[in-house]
């Protein structure tokens, strides 16, 4: 019987971050990711975007499997176990924990909603609605916040005290489903098998998802480079990437297509592995520790907090050189209790120092002589992150002293230039110093170059593929950079919501059709959609500025008997221009007066018009304009 599969891509592919990928089989539509996506910057309170979904039957979806646990393969997953309740989710253990955090949090902001809605009913609960409003002005600092009012039922024994209240408790284990590396998950027309591999993250996994005959193989590798990544002291055991079994489970396969990672498509060579970089940070800890006592700073590295093996290496060479870490940003705390949990982070509870023991210290002083290695969050100088708190001098703990060094362990995302720069100067105002990737090997891409796309193109040998992930000229240039080293290897460009339709029974034919992308829904920070006609208003309103006009009109040929001068009927205030333009109202009050008493009344169009013209006259603008006529009867 014949059994075609469609596959659409509904983010990540022509942009950068949102990933989702849908399978769609006759009877069932499974999902591959399901992720957010940053805006360029954080306006307008806009915080992420996520997939449009509202192409998807959610009646036939059934389930939801996860490479691995960067935001923007998860982020979005609450949203979609939100709006489709049955939707079961495969993740391996590391995953499994950062995505309860996720839908815990998502929980505490739906009691939230459901309470405001319920106000009208009880005036008591205005008491708990302001209490919740307290607590979410709290977590506005960091929506991770929420988890430590949870306890943990039964804590890995093995996990520091001091990050046990980071585990968070809120979700049942029902519909996670563990990946693991020989799972096999059996669907009605087809099998996927999960396939280790590389990236910067712990437990990353690409899916082998073949017809029930094995005429077809499709190997979706998303996020990943090639590394052997063991360590030398045995403190870092992630396996390798899966080869044999990729090739074992797809040899008998006619046609094998290849879904590979187009982020770092241009870079002609091997991503670096994260071995490569324990000796040039260990240099660098060295030479701090060989300086005079009284030169000797303190070292603050800050990376991403969800690259595990960073943080083992850097729990490694404080142990072999004397230097106690802290941990400074929850969201560093909770990867780590969660990375801890799952049997990560060896050593980690021997270097540690609690940050509650630094604070009974009090003193600057004593913190400053202590030999730390303080790991902080906002690598990329977020505002609300610890690096920029510290180093902007309004954080009550930390400050940067003479002699302190801080390692930008981290890549610099487009767009966050200026924001860093900033960061570095106000470093060296206070005396510090930074040393950046740019300068030593002391980051690693979590993204093959093109040596490692070959390593897995001559491994799995595919007959077609498709690029993912990356901006459109990413999948251009990688379809370019294939037909150069492989002519055999058919490729073909699918972009969000085009379909591609495969059929076991006649595997020699491929259909691509074309679709419209639907735009992305826009998330505010409380986790609420807006639409994009909103956004638009508030960019208007931010850079415009806001008109209101009430206008009272009496009805036409009703004398109207009302004690209201003139000066009255007509109402009018603006917000967000500038000063001066308070000389240039009482002739746009005048003006309106003068159209309130026309006869027929004036209607919005008119006023609208009126509005435009003063504004565009006097100030060259178009503000938001609220107009409300009130007529008298
Ligand atoms: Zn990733």
Redesign the pocket.
């Given at each position: 019987m014949s059994t075609p599969i469609k596959i659409m891509p509904l983010g990540g592919v022509g942009e950068i971050g949102h990933n989702m990928m849908v399978i769609k089989t006759p009877s069932e539509c499974i999902i591959v990711d399901a992720g957010i996506m940053f805006p360029h910057d954080q306006v307008y309170n806009l915080q992420y975007l996520i997939p449009n979904i509202s192409q998807l039957d959610v009646n036939l979806t059934t389930s939801l499997l996860i490479t691995?646990a960067?935001e923007?393969?998860i982020g979005a997953v609450p949203y979609l176990k939100k709006k489709i309740p049955h939707l079961k989710i495969y993740a391996s253990p590391f995953a499994r924990e950062i995505i309860k955090i996720k839908l815990a949090q998502k929980m505490l902001e739906t009691d939230k909603l459901d309470l405001s809605l319920d106000l009208s009913k009880d005036s008591n609960k205005n008491e708990e609605q302001s209490l919740l409003q307290d607590e979410n002005q709290i977590y506005q600092d960091d929506a991770q916040d929420a988890i430590e009012t949870q306890e943990s039922p039964s804590p890995s024994p093995s996990l520091s005290p001091s990050l046990q209240p980071f585990l968070g408790t809120y979700y049942s284990d029902s519909d996670l489903i563990l990946i693991e590396d020989n799972s096999h998950f059996s669907f009605k027309e087809i099998d996927i098998y999960p396939i280790r591999v590389n990236?910067?993250?712990p437990e990353t996994y690409g899916f082998l998802i073949q017809d029930k005959k094995k005429c077809y193989s499709l190997f979706y590798a998303s996020?990943c480079k090639v590394d052997n990544i063991k360590n030398e002291n045995g403190t870092i055991t992630e396996h390798d990437f899966d080869f044999k079994r990729l090739q074992e489970l797809s040899k008998n396969s006619q046609r094998k297509f290849l879904f590979l990672d187009s982020t770092d498509v241009m870079f002609e060579g091997k991503a670096l592995s994260e071995k490569d970089l324990i000796a040039p940070i260990e240099d660098i800890i060295i030479t701090e520790n060989n300086k005079d006592e009284r030169e000797r700073g303190r070292i603050f590295i800050t990376f991403f907090p969800s690259n595990i093996y960073r943080l083992q290496t850097i729990i490694d060479l404080a142990l072999k050189h004397n230097r106690k870490i802290v941990f400074y940003g929850r969201s560093l705390k909770q990867y780590a209790a969660k990375a801890q949990s799952c049997g990560y982070l060896q050593d980690l509870n021997r270097v540690l120092v609690d940050e509650d023991e630094l604070k009974s210290m009090r003193s600057s002083e004593a913190i400053k002589r202590l030999e730390l290695i303080v790991l902080l969050t906002g690598c990329q100088g977020d505002l609300k992150g610890a690096l920029n708190r510290v180093v902007s001098g309004q954080d009550p703990l930390f400050k940067i002293y003479p002699g302190d060094l801080l390692l930008f362990s981290s890549r610099t995302i487009p767009g966050n230039e200026k924001r860093l720069t900033k960061i570095y100067n106000k470093i060296y105002e206070q005396g510090g110093r930074i040393i950046t990737a740019k300068e030593k090997r002391i980051h690693a891409s979590?993204h093959g170059g093109a040596i490692d796309n070959k390593n897995i193109i001559d491994l799995y040998n595919p007959s077609d593929l498709i690029p993912i992930h990356g901006e459109t000229y990413y999948l251009y240039k990688h379809i370019e950079f294939i037909n150069k080293n492989y002519p055999q290897i058919k490729t073909h460009l699918l972009l969000n919501s085009d379909e591609l339709t495969l059929d076991s029974d006649n595997i020699d034919t491929l259909l691509i059709e074309k679709g419209t992308p639907l735009p992305p829904l826009f998330m505010l920070d409380n986790g609420i959609a807006i639409e994009k006609t909103s956004i638009n208003t508030r960019r208007k309103m931010s850079s415009n500025g806001v008109v209101f006009v009430t206008l009272l009109v009496s009805n036409p040929g009703i004398d109207i008997d009302i004690n209201l001068d003139l000066e009255n009927r007509v109402e009018l205030s603006v917000l967000g221009f500038p000063l001066f333009i308070n000389e240039y109202l009482p002739l746009l009050k005048e003006r309106l007066i003068q159209i309130s008493q026309s006869n027929p009344p004036p209607n919005k169009e008119i006023l609208k018009s009126v509005l435009k013209k003063f504004f565009k006259k006097f100030f060259e603008t178009a503000p938001v304009m609220e107009i409300h006529i009130v007529t008298l009867a």
């Open positions: 691995h960067h923007d393969h990236h910067s993250i996020d979590g």
